[in-house]
């Protein structure tokens, strides 16, 4: 199944991830009988609960023996065990393609994290979607669970460059229509928005049920800002030339991304969104440990 | 205290100080570009920190602004002076300052005088070197000193300083130097003399002084420009002592110090009478201006000639006084009464203004202008030189005359025969040897005759040589060129006569034509002697040596309408003398008695100073060239703290503030 013509999908990774389960605490959304379970009552043994009938319910699901012994009509539902559908939001925006002290600019490294994601997903027989977003959706993969739509989104992945300005919380509102089942969002970004921005965004996919993990993708340098005297800092998504000095700003930029990314890390526990840093120095499967807890 | 630096040629190394500035404004404006993935939290940053850093980034410019100067400032190596003797160790310093009063030091040069100047600069001197002891001589005619030798006191000095006026007087400046050397000599440490002159040329040019090597000397210039000049530089009469009615030629030589021709106008000032001329004067040159007159009193008469004020007025004008007399006193000396001495009579008889005497012994000699010794023996030769100093001597030899008295008296040659006296019944003829002289000028014309016409049966047949000689003039020869009449060119002439005036031995005296000649030969050959008798040069003192019937308490001194100068009498077993306290400057003295004029006495501007020209103290062979600022740098470079290493540690502590300050705090960020 592993390819190894593809850049972001290396065979050592490959080699690391086949012990990886993924999703495997959480509960997910499915239409096949799978290794996970689905909190949709369906055609499983696994009793759920009885409930009333309501008009409109299907009447062979009424359970025939209760109503004859309390003349009602309950319904017995049964918990359904299905496969898990991952949707990867990969940010492509200009700013992603930033690096400096890693060999890997942020996209390469959400890239290379997508990919593997991909791999792992399908591997485990679940399915797996990819969008791919700056200021909107610029490609939409559906999920699906075979090799051929996991060599899609490799090539996918391939062709992808670091595009114009991001709007995460625009991309995420055109991408609800398109996700038909719950299941899981990865968001994979540098999140440079604010927090409550990007978090109220994420309100309608916490409502549907989906379970969301943001993983945020930092180069070193975006951590600490490099000092390098007095810059003329070119914004990579605008364009915008800025005059600051380095030096004077090196603490307060510091403490800035500290307050941003706790920010970041305190919503998303409040939500109970899995949320992880990772600057692109660090290796990438770090983020699977993360997920996989 | 101040501060000097040891390298001030490199003063200009101070404007890298801007560096750091400009830099730090070049670099804002034109920073390398940095492609960052967001600049909108950058944006908010410098919001935030925008209040805090400008002044921040100011405290570091100027952290480093300061570190530049301190550095820069070290390069420079300065020093501080101070002239606190706990601070400044070293031996005892002596200095003389030799300045320049002089009458060249009156010259304005620019706003002030150079002899303001030279004062400004040793006050200077005395106030930053603050030497342990010090003195000043001031180089004049005769050089004067404010101590006996260096002394402590430099208050004194001050006030000395501050009551200095330049005089008019030449300046003896090796003179002043030998008597500032000779006082150094006695003193322990460091020994130093400021010469401060304007090193005018007359007075400087050549100079030489022995300087030890232990004595330090320091010339300082204080002439800067040379002032256009023109200047009354001589003054003299013809005939020097005149006598009434006869007419006085007075000769003023004028001098252009200047390159440019000057025009200007001169003026004879005599007794309330007053002449002028105008003149012109090319660019360094001379022109001499006559007067004439004659005068109808005798006794002493002041003249004055000037011209018209110019930059330096202190030569602008020369005096003299004139002694007319109300006659000539003749005395024939004889043994026995001659025709000659007869002659004489007749010719006195003749003309109002000629007195004539006879005696027979020299001894009797009373004063007279003109002594005729007839028939001369050759002796008293000694008393005849000494008569002579301010009497006409006319020597008519006998046969009994040596040829080595005539060679003595009148420093002639010796001639390789002896000479004799000879007899012409025929006689010989004279004529004039020398028409250009004075004595002939009436007769140039021919109206008066030839003064040589007669016929001279005896004579001295004196050698020919002798007409030749350098300071001899031939008036008057034979026809055959003996010598007839000799006049030696001295002050006072002496005239060696070889033509018979008693009718028995010619007929010279007959003739209408002698009795001028003999006027005009008496009036053009008497002495010049008297006429400095009443000149007293520049900065000496005055004085007159009384009459016996005067009583010196009696006698002022008073220079032209100025109020009386102080006087002291020294009198001993021979004579009174008045003696003015303070020496003399240019102008017309009068000793008074009362309000009656008793003697007159002048003192001129001293020539040789009015040449203001300057020369290059460097051309002068002792002692070293500074200006006084240099003066006051070497000192301080020999006494002075060094700073540098201060303002080094300074620009390092400053280096480490500015990287303190341009230094945030490290904060690390938890994952």
């Known amino acids: 199944m592993a390819d190894s013509q593809h850049t972001y999908l290396k065979p050592e990774d490959i080699l690391k991830l086949r012990n990886y389960e993924f999703g495997a605490k959480s509960l997910v959304e499915g239409y096949l009988a799978g290794r996970h379970k689905s909190n949709q009552r369906g055609s499983s043994t696994e009793f759920h609960e009885y409930r009333q009938y309501c008009p409109g319910d299907d009447i062979s699901m009424v359970d025939w023996r209760v109503f004859a012994r309390s003349d009602r009509h309950y319904l017995k539902t049964f918990e359904e065990e299905t496969n898990l559908e991952c949707h990867v939001f990969v940010d492509s925006s200009a700013s992603m393609g930033f690096k400096e002290k890693s060999k890997l600019s942020k996209l390469e490294y959400a890239s290379f994290f997508a990919a593997c994601l991909s791999w792992l997903v399908i591997h485990k027989g679940d399915r797996v979607g990819l969008q791919i977003f700056d200021k909107d959706i610029r490609h939409h993969l559906p999920a699906g669970s075979t090799r051929k739509h996991l060599l899609n989104i490799l090539d996918l992945l391939e062709k992808n460059k670091a595009g114009s300005q991001t709007s995460l919380a625009t991309s995420l509102k055109r991408a609800a229509p398109l996700l038909k089942r719950k299941g899981t969002i990865v968001v994979v970004s540098d999140f440079f928005d604010s927090p409550e921005e990007i978090f109220r965004s994420l309100h309608p996919y916490l409502h549907r049920g989906f379970r969301v993990q943001l993983c945020h993708i930092l180069d070193p340098a975006e951590l600490k800002l490099t000092d390098r005297g007095l810059t003329r800092f070119v914004d990579m998504e605008t364009s915008e030339n800025l005059i600051a000095h380095t030096t004077n700003l090196q603490s307060e930029w510091i403490q800035a991304m500290e307050t941003h990314c706790r920010s970041l890390r305190r919503l998303a526990a409040s939500k109970q969104i899995g949320y992880t840093l990772s600057p692109t120095t660090e290796s990438y499967h770090k983020l699977f440990d993360q997920l996989v807890k | 205290m101040s501060f000097i630096t040891t390298y001030p040629a490199l003063l200009w190394i101070l404007a890298l100080v801007t560096v750091p500035i400009l830099v730090h404004l070049f670099a804002r404006s034109r920073p390398p570009s940095y492609a960052f993935s967001d600049t909108a939290f950058l944006k908010i940053l410098l919001k935030k920190t925008a209040r805090l850093r400008k002044p921040q980034d100011w405290l570091t410019l100027l952290l480093r602004t300061l570190a530049c100067l301190a550095l820069l400032l070290a390069i420079l190596h300065p020093l501080l002076v101070a002239r606190d003797p706990n601070v400044v160790a070293g031996a005892q310093n002596n200095i003389i300052l030799v300045i320049d009063q002089s009458a060249s030091m009156s010259a304005r040069d620019g706003a002030t005088t150079r002899f303001d100047k030279a004062i400004s600069e040793a006050s200077k001197l005395l106030n930053d070197l603050k030497p342990d002891k010090a003195n000043i001589i001031w180089a004049r005619a005769s050089a004067k000193s404010e101590y006996p030798e260096p002394a402590p006191n430099l208050q004194f000095l001050h006030e000395a300083l501050q009551n200095a006026e330049s005089v008019n007087e030449t300046s003896a400046g090796p003179s002043a130097l030998s008597i500032a050397i000779g006082q150094l000599q006695k003193t322990q440490g460091s020994r130093e003399i400021f010469l401060i002159s304007d090193f005018q040329k007359n007075s400087w040019n050549g100079a030489q002084t022995a300087l030890p090597d232990s004595i330090k000397l320091t010339k300082i210039k204080v002439a800067s420009q040379t002032p256009n000049n023109v200047a009354v530089t001589e003054l003299s009469c013809s005939p020097s002592s005149p006598i009434i009615g006869q007419d006085t030629l007075i000769r003023a030589k004028l001098s252009n110090f200047s390159d440019q021709n000057q025009h200007l106008s001169s003026y004879l000032n005599i007794a309330g009478s007053r002449q002028s001329k ?15 007159a004659s005068f109808s009193k005798s006794g002493q008469l002041p003249i004055t000639v000037s011209i018209d004020e110019d930059t330096y007025p202190a030569d602008d004008s020369r005096h003299l006084i004139l002694d007319i007399d109300s006659g000539l006193q003749i005395t024939s000396l004889e043994r026995n009464p001659s025709a000659s001495s007869e002659t004489l009579d007749r010719v006195a008889s003749a003309l109002p203004w000629l007195k004539h005497s006879s005696v027979k012994n020299i001894s009797k000699i009373g004063p007279a202008d ?44 010796s001639p390789s025969s002896v000479i004799n006296r000879s007899s012409n019944s025929d006689g010989w003829e004279a004529t004039i040897s020398d028409p250009s002289s004075p004595v002939f000028q009436l007769f140039a014309s021919g109206e008066y005759g030839n003064p040589a016409a007669g016929v001279f049966h005896k004579r001295m047949d004196l050698p020919i040589s002798w007409s030749n000689a350098e300071h001899i003039t031939s008036f008057i020869s034979y026809t055959d060129n003996t010598p007839a009449i000799l006049s030696s060119n001295t002050a006072t002439p002496r005239l060696l006569w070889n033509l018979p005036i008693s009718p028995t031995d010619s007929s010279w005296a007959l003739q209408e034509p002698f009795l001028p000649f003999i006027a005009e030969l008496l009036l053009h050959i008497r002495p010049d002697s008297k006429l400095n008798e009443q000149e007293f040069l520049s900065g000496s003192p005055l004085f007159w040596s009384l009459p016996d019937e005067i009583d010196a308490s009696s006698v002022t001194l008073q220079k032209d ?54 020369l290059t103290p460097d051309s002068l062979t002792f002692g ?27 620009g390092i502590l400053l280096l480490f503030a500015e990287s303190f300050a341009s230094t945030p705090q490290k904060i690390t960020i938890a994952d």
């Open chain 2, 278 to 292: 105008s003149i012109d004067i090319p660019a360094h040159g001379q022109v001499e201006v006559l007067f004439t």
């Open chain 2, 561 to 614: 309408a100025d109020a009386p100068s102080p006087t002291q009498v020294n009198r001993d077993d021979l004579s009174t003398v008045l003696l003015s306290e303070e020496p003399a400057a240019p102008g017309i003295f009068s000793w008074k008695i009362g309000n009656h004029v008793s003697h007159l006495n002048y003192v001129n501007f001293p020539s040789p100073e009015s040449d203001l020209q300057t």
């Open chain 2, 370 to 413: 003109i002594l005729f010794i007839h028939d001369w023996d050759g002796s008293n030769i000694k008393q005849l030189e000494q008569i002579s100093q301010n009497t006409t001597l006319i020597v008519d030899p006998s046969i009994s005359c040596g040829n080595a008295a005539i060679e003595e008296l009148f420093s002639l040659k």
């Open chain 2, 624 to 650: 070293q060239t500074l200006a006084s600022e240099d003066v006051l740098r070497n000192d301080a470079l020999s006494q002075g703290v060094p700073l540098w290493p201060y303002f080094l540690a300074a």
